[in-house]
T-cell receptor, first 117, second 115 residues
Framework: DQQVKQNSPSLSVQEGRISILNCDYT??????FLWYKKYPAEGPTFLIS?????DKNEDGRFTVFLNKSAKHLSLHIVPSQPGDSAVYFC????????????????FGKGTHLIIQP | KAGVTQTPRYLIKTRGQQVTLSCSPI?????VSWYQQTPGQGLQFLFE???????NKGNFPGRFSGRQFSNSRSEMNVSTLELGDSALYLC??????????????FGPGTRLLVL
């Protein structure tokens, strides 16, 4: 059962426009969410994160929105640039009940963003 | 500051063999996590090590094991390789993954092909 879902395997956006990548989760114990970007043959690169106590976090061209009641988050990239073409992964984590440490990140299957010139 | 490094980058093995992969975390990072990426299952958490102890574990069979050394470097081992173990194995480090509010930084991965 997928606890983190990215329902769009790919997304094509024109350069300069806004890219919106969506992610849904089912586990209400998740309280921290991250977006990673991945190029072929490289490991994921951290982009931006958000704690469940917030509903928005902004970093330059990247903004993440969290809607806890809908268990939905989205990543907005404005304006989109050719170098943004990559696979974007949504990830979530939550604190373990006892013993310290956190569960490993649970990832969605990724959305391949293609920025058209 | 140097990033997470993983060796080797590519590996070819045959069924039944065993393999050991190595990960050096970012300097000062004490937590190391391992993930498996396959086209069908995506990125899945294997286990996490902190202070030479396995602190957390994903849902993988006992053929997958790991360890961490006093310098925080980590190795993972897969015994009795199966064709389905072909994947990209990613290592990630963080200062101390004591809660959800910490970012993990990934290495480039080791691409394992089992024939």
């Amino acid at each position: 059962d997928q606890q983190v879902k990215q329902n769009s395997p790919s997304l094509s956006v024109q350069e300069g426009r806004i890219s919106i990548l969506n992610c849904d989760y089912t586990n209400s114990m998740f309280d921290y969410f991250l977006w990673y970007k991945k190029y072929p043959a490289e490991g994921p690169t951290f982009l931006i994160s958000i704690s469940s106590i917030k509903d928005k976090n902004e970093d330059g061209r990247f903004t993440v929105f969290l809607n806890k009641s809908a268990k939905h988050l989205s990543l907005h990239i404005v304006p989109s640039q050719p170098g943004d073409s990559a696979v974007y992964f949504c990830a979530a984590s939550g604190r373990r009940g006892s013993g310290g440490g956190a569960d490993g990140l649970t990832f969605g299957k990724g959305t391949h963003l293609i920025i058209q010139p | 500051k140097a990033g997470v490094t993983q060796t080797p980058r590519y590996l070819i093995k045959t069924r039944g063999q065993q393999v050991t992969l190595s990960c050096s975390p970012i300097s000062g990072h004490r937590s190391v996590s391992w993930y498996q990426q396959t086209p069908g299952q995506g990125l899945q958490f294997l286990f996490e090590y902190f202070s030479e102890t396995q602190r957390n574990k994903g849902n993988f069979p006992g053929r997958f094991s790991g360890r961490q050394f006093s310098n925080s470097r980590s190795e993972m081992n897969v015994s009795t390789l199966e064709l389905g173990d072909s994947a990209l194995y990613l290592c990630a480090s963080s200062v101390n993954l004591a809660g959800p509010g910490e970012t993990q930084y990934f290495g480039p991965g080791t691409r394992l092909l089992v024939l």
